[in-house]
């Protein structure tokens, strides 16, 4: 009979132990997500049951979701346009055929979202300094420029955008402002994070050196942390395409004004057309940006 050495017995004694405590943090997180997910499920009608109207006209009661879906899909065959190969070039000419407008629009609209993206991003910038917990000269500034972040990405970009229609009229100034302040908080939040985990060795020789606050900033951080404000920033540029293709549903300028159009005339193909322009826009864009990002990385790494 071959004795077992005390360690060895110990040691699958505390592994057992471990897999057990493993298994109960398991089920009880696990436990945890099923209780939070069925309770907001229930608060957001998830669940909820219905009496409708089938085809016969009796009336019937049916889960709200499953009983909605038809209709999703009938509306969504209402905006396909009808194709055909023998007639393709007249067909698109007929699904497209306000493609004037919806160009110019579209300018309009890229400019809103890179106008945004400029001023969102300087602002975010330059608070996510003061937001960040290792950078910021004192608690006051990072409570302030935290707050500040914190109400700016809070209110959504169609309030801001009504707020500004109000004070500065319809029209792109008011989109403009209103996707560059909602752009400051989101930006100025990841630009801190990223902050937040920056060296602080190169500052603290800066500093040593008799540097100040700002020159800390400038020759010990930024350096650190510009490949990652560069892709947050256009990944943001991106993400305010299709916000500034939203807002003019309010009056704010951009693409926005013709979707309200085509809803209102319930043009069902002209609300596939406008989609189909956004959707090839934030391709070629989100396109664009990678090729960006990996040229900006990639010079990082041969530098």
């Known amino acids: 009979m071959t004795l077992v050495p005390p360690s060895v017995l110990a040691f699958e004694r505390d592994f057992a132990a471990q897999r057990r405590r493993s298994r109960l943090t398991f089920l009880l997180v696990t436990a945890i997500f099923v209780t939070l997910f069925l309770i907001t499920a229930s608060f957001s009608d998830f669940f909820k049951v219905s009496q409708i109207t089938l085809s016969d006209g009796s009336r019937a009661e049916r889960w709200v979701l499953l009983a909605g879906l038809p209709r999703l899909g009938e509306y969504l065959w209402k905006t396909i346009p009808a194709l055909s190969l023998d007639s393709l070039g007249a067909d698109l000419a007929n699904w497209f055929w306000r493609w004037k407008v919806w160009l110019w629009l579209l300018l309009e609209t890229i400019l809103i979202a890179f106008m945004a993206t400029v001023l969102g991003c300087v602002g975010g910038f330059l608070l996510s300094f003061l937001a960040a917990r290792n950078l910021t000269p004192g608690p006051l500034t990072l409570w302030i420029s935290r707050r500040t972040l914190e109400i700016a990405r ?115 193909t002209d609300l ?32």
């Not at 989609?275 to 990385?297: A, G, M, P, Q, Y």
């Open 272 to 303: 596939s057309a406008l989609f189909v322009i956004i959707l090839v826009t934030v391709t070629v864009i989100d396109w664009v940006s990678e090729k960006i990002r990996h040229h900006i990385i990639g010079l990082e790494r041969t530098a």
């Open 154 to 268: 809070t209110v959504p970009e169609l309030v801001f955008a009504l707020i500004f229609v109000f004070c500065f009229g319809a029209g792109p100034l008011a989109g403009v402002l209103a996707v560059a302040l909602h752009t400051v908080g989101a930006l100025g939040k990841l630009y801190s994070e990223v902050n937040e985990n920056v060296d602080m060795r190169p500052l603290e020789g800066v500093k040593a050196s008799g540097g100040t606050w700002f020159d800390q900033i400038r020759y010990g951080a930024v350096p650190q942390i510009m490949p990652n404000i560069i892709s947050y920033t256009l990944l943001r540029f991106e993400i305010n395409v299709r916000s500034s293709s939203i807002i003019g549903y309010v009056g704010a300028g951009g693409l926005g004004q013709e979707f309200r159009t085509a809803l209102s005339y319930q043009e069902y």
